[in-house]
């Protein structure tokens, strides 16, 4: 049974920058794609970011040269490195598998607030 925990959220101005991290409980971390989702207030859940078992990563165009994601199998975490917020940026952010594939349940999220 796979477990996420999402952590790292808060309130930060415009500008700024705020790390995520996603912790995976459960066997075979090193072997998933994992993505990075957020969905903001009336919203549907979008793809942020993700990154392959060997690292390759892919970003959606709204946060392309700003959010890095990266991963650590040895912890078993994913984070999400996001500089120069925006407003939009403001929403509740998941991590999951990458997408188009077979998603686990859902952890509580981290919500990310960018304003002044």
């Known amino acids: 049974q796979v477990q996420l925990v999402e952590s790292g959220g808060g309130l930060v101005q415009p500008g700024g920058s705020l790390r995520l991290s996603c912790a995976f409980s459960?066997?075979?971390?090193?072997?998933?794609?994992m993505g990075w989702y957020r969905q903001a207030p009336g919203k549907q859940r979008e793809f942020v970011a993700s990154?392959?078992?060997?690292?390759?990563?892919n970003y959606a165009d709204s946060v392309k040269g700003r959010f890095t994601i990266s991963r650590d199998n040895a912890k078993k975490t994913v984070y999400l490195q996001m500089n120069s917020l925006k407003p939009e940026d403001t929403a509740v952010y998941y991590c999951?598998?990458?997408?188009?594939?077979?998603?686990?349940?859902w952890g509580q999220g981290t919500q990310v607030t960018v304003s002044s």
């Open positions: 999951n598998r990458g997408p188009l594939l077979p998603q686990w349940d």
């Open positions: 459960g066997s075979l971390f090193s072997t998933y794609k």
């Open positions: 990154i392959t078992p060997t690292s390759v990563t």
